[in-house]
């Protein structure tokens, strides 16, 4: 059974751009959410995806934003890319239901120059 | 609002040996779960252990185990027998006992706590 593929590994950008990080959960998995990880702040919630939709949201500027696909693919899209940008992204995938856990990929290393 | 703290930034231990890590977290809520996460050079997260705030036994996982105590809002992980495999970041997490429109919730995070592993 494959696990949460997120793609792609690394990315440089130029300030100013946008960027699209796709994840592809583990099949069966309808939840979907995505974190950053920086040194400095250490691992925040961005959002959570189901059937869709956002469920739910962390504290992060528009600039972030994202959406699930008919199939739970997630992408996130951040516009107008910061230096403080830089950081690993990453995505879990989960079964609907209590009592589960969350499974992640390894990541997108986004850099922003 | 939900808070982790791991106090220790930086542990060693020599392989064989046993360590614990801590975890301390702050919730105003009776029911959640809690968590020790691995991450390796590779950075992929991997789920250590995991504990449902209303089991009362202390879970275990193989080499891995966790003293939890509610009341004092307390979570180590102990892990016997120290291979160098072991050796990565160690997180520990919070979430909330929720399942409402078929959301998980979101894991709290501490910062973390590096694990190295002598030979």
């Known amino acids: 059974k494959a696990g949460v593929t997120q793609t792609p590994r690394y990315l440089i950008k130029t300030r100013g751009q946008q960027v699209t990080l796709s994840c592809s959960p583990i099949?069966?998995?309808?939840?979907v959410s995505w974190y950053q990880q920086t040194p400095g702040q250490g691992l925040q919630f961005l959002f959570e995806y189901f059937s869709e939709t956002q469920r739910n949201k962390g504290n992060f500027p528009g600039r972030f934003s994202g959406r699930q696909f008919s199939n739970s693919r997630s992408e996130m899209n951040v516009s107008t890319l910061e230096l403080g940008d830089s950081a690993l992204y990453l995505c879990?995938?989960?079964?609907?239901?209590?009592?589960?856990?969350?499974?992640f990929g390894q990541g997108t290393r986004l850099t922003v120059v | 609002a939900q808070t982790v703290t791991q106090s220790q930034p930086e542990m060693s231990v020599q392989e064989a040996e046993t360590v614990t890590l801590s975890c301390t977290y702050d919730t105003s809520e009776s029911d959640y779960y809690l968590f020790w996460y691995k991450q390796p050079p590779s950075r992929q997260m991997i789920l250590v252990i995991r504990q449902e705030a209303y089991k009362q036994q202390n879970a275990t996982e193989n080499r891995f185990s966790v003293n939890f105590q509610k009341a004092a809002k307390s979570f180590s992980l102990k892990i016997s027998d120290s291979q160098l495999g072991d050796a990565a970041m160690y997180f520990c997490?919070?979430?909330?006992?929720?399942?409402?429109?078929?959301?998980?919730?979101?894991?709290?995070f501490g910062k973390g706590t590096k694990l190295s592993v002598k030979p």
């Open positions: 997490a919070y979430r909330r006992l929720m399942n409402y429109g078929g959301s998980q919730g979101n894991l709290i």
């Open positions: 879990a995938s989960s079964y609907t239901g209590l009592n589960t856990e969350a499974f």
């Open positions: 099949s069966g998995h309808r939840s």
